[in-house]
């Protein structure tokens, strides 16, 4: 057993600088409206504090604690659908005051800890899980990813499901069924889009499609389209060392909408260019480096599957968030982790990272 550290460098200094450089990219963004960006800086403080508590606190009361806080998740995602607060067509928040509180948020830790948490307590078997072995954790993600996607919010819903997906994955599954279930899902695509898929989110797909293959579009796709080619426009603009600090056209004329949540990366993008990006990237790469590293060298299965959620939901963030602002992916309500404007996402990301912190700090090596 290696000694105890006191922090884990190679994960912390990472997250500090992507925060650093998020809020000099928010303070930009809402240059307009500077009191926003102080209540920012108050959640990001915030985060910090919740970051800390978890990371010296015993893993063993989130593991305990799992079950509760997995069934206190699905009453506030179902009294989201009843009297949650409606922003832009969507009902997916709470309004606690000083606050609109996303219960998604929370469904992204309460998921993982639940995965985690079943699949700890299940035996390895010699040929793998079927559907029939998993199917009382496979009811347990459908229910909240079922609930999320009624609000409607579809890009959190399918990012739930890919986690706690890739966690399964990660212990050992059947092949027999893996390939049953891709095909399942290939042959019931047709109806997924017929029925699973609201107007706005296909016309958001076939925006997408047409603008790739520079299709003629209808109006209402091109209008579908104004984020993206707005995006496209600050990130392409930024060239190699960008235009400079608060000096972005398409971000301080406000050419971008939501550019200081889901659109971030643009304004970034487009005031410190390729140099900048390749930084952001390179920081990402670090952090999911050493959640990599970590997982190899724990040694019980519940931190180990804590941390593969934690990596790929850090890295599926970053992937469909710079894939919708540069048109490699339909436009989805998916923040940019530690960078987007939101108090819900920041305190839930850096609970996530802390779990991941206490893991590397606390728990047995092999």
Known sequence: MLPKKKIDFLLVMPLIAIIVLGLVSLDSALSYNPSKF???VVWVALSVVVFLFVSYSDIRIYERSTMPI????LVLLILVLIIGKTIGGAKRWLDLGFMNFQVSELTKISVILFVAYQFNLKPTLEDGYNLFDILPETVGI???VFLIYKEPDL?????VASVAGTMILSTKINRKWIVGLTALVIIAAPFIWSY???DYQ???IIALVTMVFNEDSSELSLTSQYHTKQAIIAVGSGRMNGKGYKQGTQNMLRFI???HTDFIFSVFAEEFGFSGVALLFMLYLLLLVRILNLIGKVKDKFSALILVGACTHIWLQVVVNIGMVVGLLPVVGIPLPWFSYGGSSFIFNGM??????NISLHRRYI
């Open 38 to 40: 102080y209540i920012q």
């Open 70 to 73: 997995y069934v206190a998740n």
């Open 142 to 144: 459908l229910l909240p």
């Open 155 to 159: 890009g959190t819903s399918i990012l």
């Open 196 to 198: 699973g898929l609201r």
């Open 202 to 204: 296909k016309e958001r």
């Open 257 to 259: 909408p939501e550019h």
């Open 352 to 357: 996530l990272l802390g779990l991941a912190h």
